[in-house]
T-cell receptor, first 115, second 120 residues
Framework: DAKTTQPPSMDCAEGRAANLPCNHS???????VYWYRQIHSQGPQYIIH???NNETNEMASLIITEDRKSSTLILPHATLRDTAVYYC????????????????FGKGITLSVRP | SAVISQKPSRDICQRGTSLTIQCQVD?????MFWYRQQPGQSLTLIAT?????????ESGFVIDKFPISRPNLTFSTLTVSNMSPEDSSIYLC?????????????????FGPGTRLTVL
């Protein structure tokens, strides 16, 4: 699977949008971009994933560049509860159930939301 | 999605003993996974547990140390055997769920809350 690069940390003000960047310059055509977050001492929480089109759900938006070499996770109105480590993961997807590659967690980016 | 529970949520154990961690999911799933998260570190996959077959272990993890059972499609256990203080970690199980959208499926892993283990 392609490797991802994230800055170690960032902060934003409560109520503002948090834009979390991720580089995956070696991504290949059948690799998806997944985002998870882990609030202190809890299990990782799935946020969103995408292949090449921008995606939005109730938690966040995922913007993937046209060349797919980088992406940005957007939390539109960050709250104090969004303070967490956010992991950007690239993963090959295969049509056969159970054939997908494993999730490989890097160090992630620590987002601190300040009041 | 899937709702996953783990027991115990935390435990403090003596070195040399073993602890079995249970993972229960609210729906039938084929793929279940066990991860370890050492203090201040990211998650590391221990093994993949598919119902009806032997668990597949990642490099650095062996069955004698981390035996896994997968008796049905909603349950799995991980045992941490002959524990030492280096085994102090959070142990997490996860399941993979396939979602169909517009005739195309993708897989997503959902995680349990974790078991915090301290070995003295």
């Amino acid at each position: 699977d392609a490797k991802t690069t994230q800055p170690p940390s960032m902060d934003c003000a409560e109520g503002r949008a948090a834009n979390l960047p991720c580089n995956h310059s070696t991504i290949s055509g059948n690799e998806y971009v997944y985002w998870y977050r882990q609030i202190h001492s809890q299990g990782p929480q799935y946020i969103i994933h995408g292949l090449k089109n921008n995606e939005t759900n109730e938690m966040a938006s995922l913007i993937i560049t046209e060349d797919r070499k980088s992406s940005t996770l957007i939390l539109p109105h960050a709250t104090l509860r969004d303070t967490a480590v956010y992991y950007c993961i690239v993963r090959v997807w295969l049509r056969k159930p159970g054939a997908n590659s494993k999730l490989t967690f890097g160090k992630g980016i620590t987002l601190s939301v300040r009041p | 999605s899937a709702v996953i529970s783990q027991k115990p949520s935390r435990d403090i154990c003596q070195r040399g003993t073993s602890l079995t961690i249970q993972c229960q999911v609210d729906s039938q799933v084929t793929m279940m996974f066990w991860y370890r998260q050492q203090p201040g570190q990211s998650l590391t996959l221990i093994a993949t547990a598919n119902q009806g077959s032997e668990a597949t272990y990642e490099s650095g993890f062996v069955i004698d140390k981390f035996p896994i059972s997968r008796p049905n499609l909603t349950f799995s256990t991980l045992t941490v055997s002959n524990m030492s203080p280096e085994d102090s970690s959070i142990y997490l199980c996860s399941v993979e769920v396939r979602t169909e959208r517009l005739g195309f499926g993708t897989d997503t892993q959902y995680f349990g809350p974790g078991t915090r283990l301290t070995v003295l």
